[in-house]
């Protein structure tokens, strides 16, 4: 195989295996149903979405990163939690790491991960969208490693960080470095923010397609249109990296590593930015709390600070020139 | 293509790029670019390396697009002359119209030609009043009998000073306004009538000019490509089977310049943006390669549009931290094919061949479908 | 902060507007690349206009109107190193033009072709050097000033300069670039508004078209926030908004350049069209000291030093 190849039939494939997200997980439900989003992680189960790269003789669907990463498009689009990348990351790091008992539960869903970040002194976490009992992931340079946290509280919040206390420069209960599971965190993150950045720019075209003021729809407005144009180019650029990224991992090309990093780089501008133009194309409404558009711009958010920020994977990238 | 095959092919173009790459860089504009560029589309041609984007039976090659890719990714890793010189209008434009258009005989005599690096070829199209808005074109084409007489006015044709053909574009119908009653045709350029000043851009060269037209006659048989009347079809023939690879080794050649920035980057402050360019490039290589993948096969998308933009901005950004980097006065800078020559060059890219802004119109309107605005 | 000139201010740039049109400042009509004017800068020189700051009766908020002014001419002449970083020192101490660099002697410098003095801040010392224009070697530049170099400092009188002196030359060189970078800019967008009012496509004026006018109308903010930040660091001369100012300009200039000339279209890459003439030279400051991240970085330092 190369990784001069078209990936449409991929594509599909992976759409076709994820369209239920669109009944299953619908934007509006962050807005009408919050409540009911920790019932609703069955359904990742069932589906069987944590567990698209795995082998099928671990509980997996035995595809690949490829289909990981464009899967990982779709779930951002539809704000899944960074649960999602969490539960998918920890799983893998306990097959990896012999601990079967504890993967089996993530995938069969009695328990759930969360993402979380170190503080520099390591003696507190900063976790994301946790509830009480999740293991806890943090993503690391070399690849992941994680912790059983305590005394993590309830929240009510549709997206949170909240920071727990952990006993000073305690121990990972795993630790797995390896380049692959490094690139993997990257890539599904980074899917998600292709998502996001995608999603927010179909939203913003539709509604300059329908919002009329001065006797015409404001897409007609040549500053609004370019802003739209600007966002299709931001998230054709995402979306593409991340594929490219992907599809190179799988082949082994060399250089896969770094665009594995350039991709999580550029999704998360991507999201960002997106997620503002959403925000600014839906006018007032955008700001407003019955719209959806803020919500895609705190989970572009929760994700930035839970890989640790732009800036950290600037650094990586400079650290990694040849 | 398997990939073995394709290792093989690779093989063979770096080995030959390896061997015959000119040694010194190419002259900019003038008399002696006209001679590099047909020594080396002739040498190519020698080599079996020309057309490579042609069907075969006009003489291409008709490579798959895998193989154009690593074609073109040899040929920027031995730094090859940069496709967008004299000979881009020739092999890319105006050879494929003709492809697409022309008549027997003309197909004969002048595809030949291009591939062999016998001519160079120009374009006219613009007008001082007609950049943008094309259509509004206004340099006229009188028929008289079997000839057609022009007189008029185009600028911006780049190299028209050495070229041999010029690929004009000019009203016929006296009647007719905006995309209606114009036609495409062959023009030789040493006609009588016809005069050209090259212009003085700012990055340098006077590669651009301006070309006046006193009733300078041509014969319709052997000119006019497409059909009286039909001149915008005929110039937007090329669209339909453009599969993005014209530019790619401009496009791999950029992001192996961004590669070299960052190997020689010791500034800290500079450092962050040359993290985010580093990203930025690997986005151009994966949309280029995947938007020329995916329409070897069927007609390729509207986002031929995003990506030709993309790339035009981030070669400004490129060149722009490349003399932040550098520092002026310094060697990287200095010189015909030097950093900051790229960067005032690059301001070109946004404006050539369709501004930012047009771009920006026709992502909004044919990508995305948004509605186009009342007068 | 008041924001109408006062009469001394009026005074003296009235006095500039008649020298400017006595002297009949044009662009130049060939298509060159460095438009430097040896007449301006010795009129401009004669006239006493560069040293009001040393004056009395002035301040350096007077002077850098001046400069301002004197930036958006199409022609160049060494005006704001004169004016502003000039006074720093004892009058007949040192000798005009001045060209500036960072840290190394023999890297290039705008003016120095021209320049008596050549100052080069060391970080904690300043060396004032005595320019021999026999050693001076002129570097090919593209950005609009002219642009020399040293081969070696033989034989040239080199005086060591305490940090102190340092610290107010690279303040002032802060200044100067922000104040002559907002004149610049001004200029570069008047000459761009005309054109997009005249130019015509698609049967209206570009002016009228809603992408151009909206990014116009930033460039307009853009360069109505350097001016007022620079004419605020002239005011105070203080360490943190000189540092402000400069970073502000630097930190603009890609984005307001990349605009203009995209309104320009095809005309305004040539050497005709008279952008390039304000536009290379706000390109040829994007580097000094250290670019925009070292002027914020300088500004974070001198207004929270003492609270971190």
């Known amino acids: 195989m190369t990784i001069f190849r078209d990936i449409s039939e991929t594509r ?33 189960v069932e589906m069987g979405w944590l567990a698209i790269g795995l082998p099928e003789g671990s509980g997996g669907v035995g595809l690949t990163l490829l289909e990981e990463a464009l899967a990982a498009q779709t779930f951002g689009r539809h704000l899944l939690s960074s649960n999602y990348p969490a539960t998918v990351l920890a799983a893998d ?54 912790f059983d946290a305590a005394a993590i509280a309830a929240h009510d919040s549709v997206h949170w960080a909240s920071e727990v206390s952990l006993a000073k420069r305690a121990k990972p209960l795993l630790s797995v470095a390896s380049p692959d599971l490094a690139a993997k965190a990257q890539l599904i993150v980074a899917g998600m923010l292709a998502g996001i950045a995608s999603e927010c720019r179909d939203r913003a075209v539709e509604y300059a397609k329908v919002r009329e003021q001065f006797g015409q729809p404001i897409g007609a407005f040549q500053a609004v249109k370019h802003h739209c144009a600007n966002m299709a180019i931001t998230a054709h650029a995402a979306r593409e990296l991340v594929s490219f990224a992907a599809l190179s991992l799988v082949e082994q090309a060399p250089e896969s590593e770094h665009l594995a990093m350039a991709a999580l780089n550029l999704a998360l501008r991507a999201a960002r930015d997106n997620a503002g133009l959403n925000i600014q194309i839906h006018g007032g409404m955008g700001f407003s709390d019955e719209c959806d558009a803020h919500l895609f711009l705190k989970a572009a958010r929760i994700l930035n600070a839970a890989v640790g920020g732009i800036d950290s994977t600037r650094q990586s990238l400079m650290a990694s020139v040849q | ?306 990506i030709r933009l993309y790339f035009a901005e981030l070669a400004k950004r490129a060149s722009d931290l490349a003399v932040d980097l550098y520092g002026i006065g ?4 200095a010189g015909e094919h030097g950093w900051a020559f790229e960067f005032l060059d690059a301001y070109s890219e946004t ?7 047009i771009q920006r119109n026709i992502i909004g309107e044919r990508v995305l479908g948004l509605p186009r605005g009342k007068a | 902060m008041d924001f109408e000139q006062n009469e001394n201010q009026t005074a003296i740039l009235g006095g500039l507007e008649q020298l400017i049109a006595g002297l009949q400042v044009e662009a130049p009509k060939e298509g060159v690349l460095v438009a430097f004017s040896t007449r301006l800068d010795a009129e401009l020189e004669a006239s006493g206009f560069l040293d009001i700051a040393r004056e009395a009766e002035f301040t350096l908020l007077d002077s850098a109107l001046v400069v301002e002014r004197l930036a958006r001419l199409p022609v160049s002449a060494e005006v704001a190193f004169s004016a502003l970083v000039g006074p720093l020192f004892p009058t007949d101490t040192v000798q005009r033009p001045f060209a500036l660099v ?34 001076v070697e002129e570097v090919e530049s593209l950005f609009a000033y002219p642009y020399g170099k040293l081969a070696s400092l033989e034989g040239m009188a080199v005086r060591r300069m305490g940090a102190d002196l340092a610290t107010g030359v690279r303040r002032r060189w802060r200044l ?23 130019r015509y496509q698609f049967n209206r004026p570009l002016g009228s078209f809603q992408a151009i006018q909206h990014r116009l109308a930033t460039a307009a903010g853009t360069q109505q926030s350097a001016r007022w930040l620079a004419l605020r660091a002239a005011w105070s001369d203080s360490e943190a908004d000189c540092a402000l100012a400069a970073s502000y300009l630097q930190d603009s200039i890609p984005t307001i350049v990349y605009d203009l000339h995209q309104f320009c279209g095809a005309m305004g890459l040539t050497l005709e069209f008279p952008l390039h003439f304000w536009t290379y030279r706000l390109k040829a400051m994007l580097g000094d000291l250290g670019g925009s991240s070292a002027q914020a970085r300088a500004a974070a330092i001198a207004t929270w030093q003492d609270a971190a």
């Open chain 3, 176 to 198: 100067a670039l922000a104040v002559e970078g907002s004149g610049l800019m001004q200029s570069a967008i008047d000459t761009v508004i005309e054109h997009v009012t005249n």
């Open chain 2, 330 to 333: 310094s060697p990287e800078l």
């Open chain 1, 12 to 44: 599909e494939l992976v759409d076709s295996f994820t369209r239920p997200a669109q009944s299953l997980f619908p934007v509006a439900r962050l807005r009408e149903d919050a409540a009911g989003e920790n019932a609703r992680w069955a359904n990742m």
């Open chain 1, 93 to 146: 790091a306990s097959l990896r790491s012999g601990w079967q008992d504890l993967a089996a539960s993530l995938l069969d869903g009695s328990r759930r991960a969360a993402l979380a970040r170190r503080s520099a002194d390591e003696g507190t976490i900063v976790v994301f969208d946790a509830e009480p009992g999740d293991v806890l992931v943090v993503i690391t340079s070399s690849g992941v490693d994680m």
């Open chain 3, 102 to 135: 960072t840290a190394n002697p023999l890297s290039p410098a705008r003016f120095l072709t021209v320049a008596r003095t050549l100052l080069v801040d060391k970080g904690d010392e300043l060396l004032v050097i005595d320019v021999d224009p026999s050693q």
């Open chain 2, 351 to 357: 404006i050539a061949g369709g501004t930012a802004e």
């Open chain 2, 1 to 306: 293509m398997p990939s073995d095959d394709l290792a093989q092919f690779r093989a063979e173009a770096r080995s030959w790029l390896h061997a015959n790459t000119p040694a010194h860089s190419a002259p900019l504009d003038g008399p002696d670019s006209r001679t590099f560029v047909l020594d080396w589309q002739r040498c190519m041609y020698e080599g079996g390396w020309a057309g490579l984007t042609w069907p075969s039976e006009y003489g291409g090659r008709s490579l798959s697009v895998a193989q154009q890719i690593v074609w073109f990714e040899e040929y920027a890793r031995c730094g090859a002359p940069s496709t967008h010189n004299a000979s881009f209008v020739g092999i890319n434009h105006a050879g494929p119209t003709i492809i697409a258009c022309g008549s027997v005989e003309q197909k004969a005599f002048h595809l030949p030609k291009i591939l062999s690096g016998e001519v160079i070829w120009c374009q006219g199209f613009s007008e001082p009043g007609a950049g943008s808005d094309l259509a509004s074109l206004r340099t006229k084409g009188r028929i008289e009998g079997d000839e057609i007489v022009i007189d008029g006015q185009k600028i911006w044709s780049s190299y028209a000073d050495i070229g041999d053909y010029q690929e004009l574009l000019i009203r016929t119908d006296p009647e007719s306004t905006r995309h209606k009653g114009l036609t495409w045709l062959i023009c030789p350029m040493d006609l009588p009538g016809i005069t050209v000043r090259p212009i003085k851009t700012m990055a340098g060269p006077a590669k651009f000019c301006e070309v006046f037209y006193d009733q300078v006659r041509v014969p319709i048989r052997e000119s006019v490509v497409g059909g009286i009347g039909e001149g915008w079809k005929t110039a937007m023939a090329t669209l339909s089977f453009e599969r993005g690879t014209a530019s790619l080794a401009l496009q791999i050649s950029l992001v192996g310049k961004v590669e070299q920035l960052a190997a020689d980057c010791i500034d800290p402050f500079v450092a962050p943006r040359l993290a985010d360019l580093r990203a930025d490039a690997a986005a151009l290589k994966a949309m280029s390669y995947s938007f020329a993948l995916s329409s070897e096969h069927g007609t390729p998308g509207a986002e031929g549009s995003l």
